[in-house]
């Protein structure tokens, strides 16, 4: 589960980010289920063709892990199409 909310300041964004991470079964007979929650920030910048995202989290529950994880993530989104502006919107504007 990924949970992500964030707010735009022109071409930055920033937020509050979670997820939570299970195994659904038991592999081996001595395999013990991993589980973790972790929570964290995430900030992000908009280069037009590209985004770029950063994430720090740290865990707030673990279990079979062996110790709290803290983990640096990064994204780059590049948009395939974006739909031209409506006729509507552009009146708005």
């Known amino acids: 589960m990924d949970l992500t909310a964030t707010k735009k300041f022109g071409k930055f964004e920033i937020g509050p980010v979670a997820y939570y991470s299970t195994d659904l079964n038991n592999p081996t007979a001595y395999y013990q289920k991993q589980s973790q929650f972790a929570v964290g920030g995430l900030v992000?910048?908009?280069?037009?063709?590209?985004?770029?995202?950063?994430?720090?989290?740290?865990?707030?529950?673990?279990?079979n892990y062996g110790g709290n994880d803290?983990?640096?993530?990064?994204?780059?989104?590049?948009?395939?199409?974006?739909p031209p502006p409506t006729q509507t919107a552009l009146l708005h504007k």
């Open 70 to 82: 803290t983990r640096v993530w990064g994204r780059v989104i590049i948009p395939l199409w974006n």
């Open 44 to 63: 992000g910048y908009d280069f037009g063709p590209v985004i770029m995202q950063a994430y720090l989290t740290t865990d707030v529950y673990q279990q």
